[in-house]
């Protein structure tokens, strides 16, 4: 036998094969052409080949290309191959070029025709991309020996794993998670995976606080349990992460023991970023607390622009939201003198001494622009300052850790190559930018190691393992204290929650019933026909009336449904939110151009994610084959809006006056509701016990808020209020206003403005008008009062109607809150998502 016939030997062919073996033994080993070639480049070596084997044929004496075919039926095949794909590559009436311009083809040869719809190739090019071509063509020797060689380090990889995963088993005595075993393959090309845990363990000690000494530059004495997280970040910058992350409950004072540590390391500059609300706050605890430390706050349209100007401060103060603007405009550059031009941007060209998030979890989608513009920022320490860095998710924590600069746990690993990145990097979709192997093959080790296991099993077999890792993750980067742990360190008085229950008043109900009746029947229907999925927009709206029905008729019957479907073209008019038809306080718009409140649009995206989570479809690559993008709630066309994109402002020069509710009623005819006048009832018999006593009045309804305000005014009280539009300066004014007047008792606050990073301490008494899905932000919103410098006992009344979905959604929250540990050591991914038994839950099926 011919060595060819060797070779087909050793891959189980004979000589004689029959037609039908040869044709597979074609499929197999016919060379294709390479994935980046172009079609010219494969007739140019379809060419060689013809030519080659023509050449083979006249040195054997066969003189033909046909006694070719008959001697070798390899060559055969490879020749009829050629020969097809070059005859179905020729174009009629194109101009031909010269055959002297192509090297190593025949003179008998036709020359080569130009490909329809590619660009006409020069004689040089031609003639470059046959000799590489030629140049580097593979005999089927060396394809079988390739084939070979693959197989045998592929079995020896297998060899290696299955030895390495016996030798975890025997370790662990037990057998392995999918997770370890994931871990074992991707330790092959990356080593220091193998036991990526353990040293962990081994180069992070756990800090012990003890109490440090009083910083003698701070004016406010610090408590026990605040020096001895003053300790904990001294340390905690001395080793290997440079920071950590504050979650001391809300209320113990996270800003003054951060203020402390800038002091006793007096270094410039610091930069802190905070919510809108609460960067005054900062300016003015600084100013009252630290001894020469100077402040500037970076923040509006005229803030400094000069990063030596900026340097020279002790601490800047910015948002997240200007933090976000300032990065997207150095990453799409602007313009200059007619020229794109790209900089950075001032927060991002400084190398600051100490990064400070401020209430970090504003960070915890990891895809925002807001992370990424955080992620970005380059200093010598890092700290992350949150009451509840859990409030959806254990996923959510996966920012905060990338932030600390978390490695291994932030990062993207190949389980074929030693690719490793923070980004997933497949611009494409289908391979790595780096290193060209698919998505199956990369995996974050982060999702790998705890987000999987514990979406997939919660608390059982793997998940359980899952948790464990998290608590050594935790344990060493984090500090949380609670106010029932420290309660002898705070003596802060005691705070009560108190569910307060009425009941629809007869017209009240017909209404409610009616409007029920047709939501039900909607989402029966859905139910039916399995599309719950795919109408999570329309579902959310009928829940979200059904709510305001519960509130007041009125935000359901007198609601701009008719307005507002774009951009408000009503001048001096507020814009309006297509999700719950109030006033979007802070407003953003879509790419197809509705107006959503940003609370209310990031609300119901997470409630369709959620959903595909839960099943196990949110892999990054297989999320785009399935579940695309979630659709737009109003016209239903794939969902394209930014959730970090600067609030939506009117034109300069605008003045804006919102038209709210009481535009649009007869107020001389206009009735209250239960629970308007459950509230006035409440408010009217603290006030005959103690005219001093000031409240705070919670609804995410601004529209709700007017209704309250006006009937509160009839009844005699003296009112402020807090709302998203208002600026940080206008914000603070009002703040004041309400805490150094003594006439002033009630204080109304849209709990999407100010239900986080406020202290409210002159107030005692919290109404929550209407309930959260997520129980975590109610927490934050009685916490407001409840905080250090408090000494009167704490009420927070939930005002609840009965035999309306206000009762379904208060038993749903205690269901949530049921599985989540007050010490993070759980998940509470159910917190703030609904799935669909608890859809069918709040519908009654």
């Not at 100013?287 to 803030?303: F, I, P, Q, T, Y």
């Not at 850790?401 to 997933?424: E, M, Q, T, V």
């Not at 007041?552 to 939110?577: I, M, T, W, Y």
């Not at 000494?791 to 979905?805: C, M, N, T, Y």
Request: glycine share 6%.
């Amino acid at each position: 036998m011919s060595e060819d016939g060797d070779s087909l030997a050793e891959e189980g062919f004979e000589e004689s094969s029959t037609e039908e073996e040869l044709a597979h033994m074609h499929a197999r080993h016919m060379l294709p052409p390479t994935e980046d070639a172009s079609e010219d480049e494969t007739i140019l070596m379809d060419e060689a080949v013809r030519q080659s084997l023509q050449d083979a044929s006249n040195e054997t004496g066969a003189g033909t290309s046909s006694g070719a075919r008959a001697g070798n039926p390899k060559a055969a095949l490879l020749a009829a191959a050629a020969e097809r794909r070059l005859a179905a590559s020729k174009i009629e009436d194109v101009p031909e070029y010269n055959s002297d311009a192509l090297d190593g083809l025949s003179e008998e040869e036709e020359p080569l025709s130009k490909v329809k719809g590619k660009k006409k190739a020069t004689k040089k090019s031609a003639k470059k991309k046959t000799s590489d071509f030629v140049a580097n063509f593979m005999t089927m020797d060396d394809l079988y020996a390739e084939r070979r060689e693959a197989r045998r380090r592929a079995k020896a990889e297998r060899n290696v794993l299955k030895v390495e995963e016996n030798k975890l088993r025997s370790k662990l005595g037990r057998k392995l998670t999918h997770a370890e075993k994931t871990t074992v393959a991707l330790s092959l090309f990356h080593p220091e995976l193998k036991d990526a845990w353990g040293d962990f363990e081994k180069k992070v000690a756990i800090v012990q606080p003890e109490k440090a000494e009083q910083p003698a530059k701070l004016k406010a004495t610090l408590l026990p349990f605040q020096l001895e997280s003053l300790f904990w970040m001294r340390k905690q910058e001395k080793g290997q992460y440079a920071g950590g992350m504050l979650a001391d409950e809300m209320g113990m004072g996270k800003t003054i023991q951060m203020i402390a540590l800038m002091v006793s390391d007096n270094h410039k500059p610091n930069l802190v970023i905070a919510p809108t609300v609460a960067i005054i706050q900062w300016k003015n605890e600084i100013e009252k607390h630290a001894e020469g430390m100077s402040v500037l706050v970076w923040h509006g349209a005229n803030r400094e622009s000069s990063i030596d100007q900026l340097k020279k401060h002790n601490v800047v103060l910015t948002t997240y939201s200007v933090l976000e603007s300032s990065f997207r405009k150095q990453e799409s550059g602007f313009k200059r003198k007619g020229q794109i031009v790209k900089e950075k941007s001032p927060l991002h060209a400084i190398k600051w001494h100490r990064i400070v998030l401020d209430e970090a979890h504003n960070i915890k989608e990891r895809a925002t622009n807001t992370a990424k513009a955080t992620f970005e920022l380059q200093s010598k320490y890092k700290w992350c300052l949150s009451g509840t860095p859990l409030q959806n998710r254990v996923g959510e924590l996966y920012s905060l850790i990338r932030f600390l600069g978390g490695d291994p746990f932030a990062y993207y690993f190949c389980k074929r190559c030693d690719c490793k990145s923070l980004h997933w990097k497949f611009s494409n979709k289908r391979h790595c930018d780096d290193c060209g192997h698919t998505p199956m093959h990369h995996t974050c080790f982060w999702n790998n190691e705890v987000l999987s296991p514990i979406q997939k099993n919660g608390m059982n077999g793997p998940g359980a393992i899952a948790f464990k890792k998290l608590r050594v993750l935790l344990d060493r980067l984090m500090l949380r204290r609670t106010k029932v742990e420290r309660a002898d360190d705070l003596g802060l008085p005691p705070r009560t929650v108190i569910v307060r229950r009425d009941y629809f008043s007869p017209e009240e109900k017909e209404l409610y019933l009616s409007l029920f009746s047709d939501a039900k029947r909607q989402f029966t229907t859905y139910v039916d026909s399995g599309t719950v999925l795919n109408n999570y927009s329309n579902i959310f709206s009928l829940l979200t009336r059904m709510r305001q029905m519960a509130c007041h008729p009125d935000l359901v019957l007198r609601s701009k449904n008719n307005q507002g479907k774009f951009l408000s073209e009503d001048f001096g008019e507020a814009p309006v939110c297509r999700l719950c038809n109030d006033v979007a306080e802070d407003a953003i718009h879509s790419k197809c151009r509705h107006l959503f409140d940003r609370e209310c649009i990031r609300q119901y995206l997470d409630t369709v994610v959620g959903i595909t989570v839960r099943q196990g479809l949110l892999h990054s690559w297989l999320m785009w084959l399935i579940f695309p993008q979630p659709e737009c709630p109003v016209c239903h066309v794939p969902l394209t809006i930014d959730l970090d994109a600067p609030a939506y402002e009117p034109e300069e020069n605008t003045s804006v006056v919102r038209q709210g509710i009481l535009g649009r009623l007869d107020l001389e005819k206009w009735r209250s509701s239960t629970k308007i006048e459950a509230l006035i009832e409440e408010l009217t018999n603290l006030r005959k016990q103690d005219a001093t006593i000031k409240s705070i009045v919670f609804s995410q309804f601004v529209n709700f808020l007017d209704l309250i305000a006006f009937r509160l005014q009839k009844a005699g009280f003296n009112v402020c209020r807090l709302e998203g539009t208002m600026g940080p300066y206008a914000r603070d004014a009002t703040i004041k206003y309400f805490m150094d007047n003594v006439h002033v008792t009630v204080f109304l606050v849209s709990l999407k403005a100010g239900g986080v990073a406020l202290n409210l301490t002159e107030a005692s008494r919290v109404y929550l008008m209407d309930s959260w899905w997520n129980p975590a932000v109610e927490y934050q919103a009685m916490d407001r009062i409840h905080r250090l410098g408090q000494h009167r006992p704490v009420q927070a009344i939930k005002l609840v109607v009965e035999d309306s979905i206000e009762s379904r959604i208060v038993q749903l929250q205690e269901k949530k809150a049921a599985m989540v540990d007050a010490t993070l050591s759980t998940d509470d991914s159910a917190m703030g998502r609904l799935t669909p038994d608890d859809l069918g839950f709040l519908f009654r099926l």
